[in-house]
């Protein structure tokens, strides 16, 4: 799987970040979002909706 944005894969954890400047920017990282849970569909592998955050920073 190949991202557009930033990764870090781990054993059980999986971030994707990005600076978002535009809202291309916006677009490309949403884009990364919805083929992971595509693969994580595929694979039968679910996300824990309470361990997923979101991190903004101005």
């Known amino acids: 799987m190949c991202f557009l944005c930033f990764s870090a894969l781990f054993a059980d954890d999986c971030k994707l970040f990005m600076p978002i400047n535009s809202n291309r920017d ?3 990282l949403q884009s990364d979002l919805n083929e992971l849970l595509k693969w994580s569909t595929n694979w ?10 979101v991190l903004t920073i101005n």
């Open 26 to 28: 916006s677009v490309l």
């Open 44 to 53: 039968g592998m679910a996300f824990n909706p309470s361990k997923c955050k």
